[in-house]
C-alpha cells in the first residue's frame, strides 16, 4: 500500500529529525529540543488507522516509532549515532543494546528516556511508568521492556514492540501463526457443510445453542452491560466415542461463524518439567487473546483431567497446572471447546465451569443411515441388494468408521475400475474395519 509507505517514511525521517535535536542539545550544540509537527499524508495508511484507534501521546507515539524503526530500518540508530561521533566513541545515555541477529542498536529504555526527556529527571520518570505493565501499551499487549538479569536497571532492558503490531503497520494484516514451541497448535479445516455432518438432534440442539452464543455474545456482554456480571468467553465439552463427530463439530462451528479453529498439540503443552507446562499454555493463550479463535483440545483428559491427593511433589505440582488452566480458560475471551472420549475423566472443578456438556453418542440406525446414504460419491454404482436401512440396523459403527470403510472401498472399485459396489465387498470392508476396531461381527 502506496500510501502507507509514504507515512512510514515521513515518521522516520521525523524520529530522526526529533533524535538529531535531542544530540545537538545533549552535546551543547543547542538550548533547547526542536520538534516539527508530524502529519500524516493519508487517514487510510496503517499507520493512521493504528492512531486513530488508541490514539497516543506525543510521547507515547515517540517511543512507539522507536521501536518500530529496527523492523523498517536496520541502521536506523546506528547511523544517527556515527553521524553525530564520526571519530568513533561512547555515548552510555543514549542507552541500546546489541543483538544476536540484529547488527544494528537496538532501542532501550534508556534510550526512550534519553530521546523524550534528555536530563529532565520528572521526565524521565514519566517515560519509566509509560513502559511500566499499568500502561496501555503493556495492556494491550502492543510495547513493553524486556526483562534485564536481577540487579540491572529495568530500563536497560530492550524495547519489545509485538511482532503483530508490528506486522499491523508494515504489512496492514497479521499472518496466521506457525506450529511452533511457542504456539503448539495447528489450524483445522474442512470442505464439508453442516448438511454433510449425521448427529443425533439433542447433540445438535446444543450444538445450535454454541453457534446463538457466537453470533449474539457481543450484544449481551457489551451492548446490554452484562459483562460485570458474566465471564467473557464460553466453554464446551465435547464427549463421546471416538467418531463421532467431535473434531468435526468443531471445525464447523468456525467455519460457519467465520473464526478460525485451532487444535492444540497437547504433546507439545505438557512438560514433565516443573512449571513448562504453565509457560507453554501462557504463551498460547496470550497468541490468541481477543482473536475471536475457537481453541479445540483433543483428547483434554490429558491435561484436564481429575487432580489427586497429594502424595509426593509431583502431585503438587500436577493439581497446579490444572489449577491454572481452569484459571486461563476462564479468562480466555473466546470459546474453548475441550474433547474427551469419557466425561468420568475431567475434574469436577472443570465441568462446573463449563456453559454446555454436550454428548456425541454413537449414532443410531437412522444417524447411521444418513451417513451410509450420503458417503458414497454419485461415480460409484450401488448394488440393488444393498438396501442401506439393513445395512445400518446390523452394523454398529461410528461416522468415521464408516468413512474409513468407504475410503476402503472406493479404492478397491478404482483399483479394478468396475465402478460398482457390490454387497460382499462392502461386508469384507465393513469386517475389516471390525477387526481394527477389535470388535467382533
Known sequence: MES????????SDWLQSVIASRLTVHFGQAERLEIDPFNLCSEDSFLAKFIALHRPSHEEF?????????????GFLSNIIASHLPEGGDLPEFGGVKAANHRGILPTGETAQFIVAGDDLERRLEVQRMLSGAH???GKHILWLDAVPEGDPPMSGRLILDS???QLLTVGAVSKPRFSADFPAEQIETEMEWE????????????????????????????WGMRKKIKPGYRA???????????????????GTGKEVFRIDLSRVVSKYIGETEKNLSRLFQKAENKNWILFFDEADALFGKRTDIR???????????????????????????????????????????????????????????????AFPPQIEIARDIDWRQVAARFELAG???????????????????????????EAAIRREYIKEGKVL
Open 237 to 255: 465439552l465435547f464427549y463421546g466415542p471416538p467418531g463421532t463427530g467431535k473434531t468435526l463439530t468443531a471445525t464447523l462451528l468456525g467455519k
Open 196 to 223: 454433510d455432518l449425521v448427529l443425533h438432534p439433542g447433540t445438535l440442539r446444543h450444538i445450535r445453542e454454541i453457534e446463538n452464543w457466537i453470533m449474539h455474545s457481543d450484544t449481551i456482554l457489551q451492548e
Open 62 to 74: 515517540l517511543v512507539l516509532l522507536l521501536a518500530l524503526m529496527p523492523h523498517l530500518t536496520p
Open 164 to 166: 503483530e503490531t508490528a
Open 4 to 11: 502507507n509507505a509514504i507515512d512510514l517514511k515521513l515518521a
Open 312 to 374: 509426593d511433589a509431583h502431585d503438587k505440582y500436577a493439581n497446579q497446572e490444572v489449577a491454572y488452566l481452569l484459571q486461563r480458560i476462564e479468562g480466555y475471551n473466546g470459546l474453548v471447546i475441550l474433547a474427551t472420549n469419557q466425561r468420568g475423566n475431567m475434574d469436577d472443578a472443570f465441568v462446573r465451569r463449563f456453559q454446555a456438556i454436550i454428548h456425541f453418542p454413537m449414532p443410531r440406525p437412522e444417524e447411521r443411515y444418513g451417513i451410509w446414504c450420503k
Open 136 to 138: 496501555w501499551f503493556a
Open 400 to 426: 468415521a468408521s464408516i468413512m474409513n470403510v468407504t475410503h476402503y472401498c472406493a479404492l478397491e472399485i478404482l483399483s479394478d475400475q468396475s465402478r460398482h459396489l457390490d454387497l460382499e465387498r462392502l
